[in-house]
């Protein structure tokens, strides 16, 4: 067994040896283990997720990178099941989550054991079961399924149920796409289908694509509507799941409710390598000074902002508009609501690095100003939810918090860090900003972002 905690160590000998048939030798590291494993051999490996150094997962590589097949089993806490789905493609027998404190599942543990070193000796190893990968979805706190290289429903999780308001016995081993109505009220392809499909033939099912890894997870956002009409954004992170021996036994796929976060995104405008270039951006041609500053006393600046304004604001040209915010930011690259609203278009068509970028240049220009604060405590939410990122969504926090700061009574903003902090698993905290947000609708005392585009419009 190795754990760098040593009560956890100890306590666990102590429970397993009771049992008169199991003897159990500890290691506080994963150098150590590989030491002990070079010097004997085992019946099975127990491996806590984080360790030192080299964690859980990586160790498990080396041991099988080593062709050792000892049985192994992963430890891993609550709200890890994606490690627990990295341990399950590398090898591992099985996982099993650790109870809260000192609440350890001992009896879990050795009925592990005993399978796992039972299935070695009749030769049963056959790397993952169905077992193992109905357990994983069962484990998520998030709204997940999986379904069977035949495109059945192996599992189907009560985080789901309560999302689509359907139950698992209504779609256990239920095939041909019928998983699908739920989330687009009609029977079609889903994510979890194309977990191998090339990224073009994803986007023209109307995904637009988030992220994506090689044999790994792919992560994307697309619109739907249910059975009862009624629309709604969804973000699905879909994965292939292989046993040991590398054969493809399920693909699980996470599906969360991003509507209120994805409220103002064009889905169909989001292909990335159809972006402007960085190369494009503003300032990358040297305008003369006194060019630039004639046309600055000439309002050439705000002309050109206000003809962007009109071809994102009303005609959904965002390309166009980032053109003209270009012009003026040559003309004066001090202009922040310029900055903001050319980070606005970028983040509509999905390229989120260069949308960030401008927000924290219109903050640097005007640190106080609601408007570039909410739009950018907007997009680390964004990212903070599509890269399940908790930096992002702290960052979003404290950017709404600000927001609230100069405007008490901005309903938006309340409900905003409301959202961040129950994606970061906070639900009580975020009652009291749902609360107040509630509070200030009933109250008809809400007051709405400044917009400085409604200038021009």
Known sequence: MVDDDAAVRDVTQLVLEKSGDISVKPAQSSREALTLLDKDTFDAIVLDYDLPEINGIELLKIIRGKGDVTPVIIFTGVGR??????????????????????DM???????????????????????????IVTDLVAFSLDP????????????????????????????????NHTYAEPFFGRVQKMLVDMVFTPDEEIRKCRYMIISREKNGPVVAVTRA?????????????????????????????IVRDVTTTFKD????????SELLSHSDAAGSEHVPATAGLIDRLLGKA?????????????????RGAIAAFDRALEIDEKLPYVWNDRGVCYRTLGDY?????????????????SEVLYDMGETLEQLGVMQMNNRYLDAAVETFKMVVNNLPNSMESWNHIGICLKE??????????????????????????????????
């Open 81 to 102: 099941e994606h490690a627990a789905i990295a341990a399950l493609n590398n090898g591992a027998n099985f996982f099993l989550k650790k109870g809260e404190e000192t």
């Open 105 to 131: 599942p001992f009896v879990e543990l050795q009925q592990m054991i005993r399978h796992a070193v039972d299935q070695r000796f009749m030769g049963k190893a056959r790397g993952l079961s169905r077992k």
């Open 144 to 175: 997940e399924f999986a379904i069977d290289p035949d495109g059945k429903v192996m599992a189907w999780n009560s985080p789901l149920e309560q999302l689509t308001g359907v139950s698992a016995h209504m779609l256990l081993e239920k095939g």
């Open 225 to 253: 509507k249910k059975t009862d009409g009624t629309e709604w954004t969804l973000w699905m992170k879909a994965m292939p799941v292989f046993d040991s021996h590398g054969d493809f036994v399920a693909a699980v796929c």
């Open 265 to 272: 995104v064009s889905l169909e405008e989001a292909e990335p």
């Open 302 to 318: 705000t002309a050109q902002y206000k003809e962007g304004v009109q071809l994102y604001a009303k005609k959904r040209d965002y």
């Open 353 to 369: 690095d260069e949308a960030l970028r401008c927000f924290l240049r219109a903050v640097e220009l005007a640190p106080g100003n």
């Open 424 to 457: 970061l698993g906070k639900p009580e905290e975020s009652k009291f900003y749902f609360d107040r947000a509630r509070d200030i609708k009933l109250w008809k005392k809400d007051t709405p972002i400044p917009r400085k585009r409604n200038d021009y419009l």
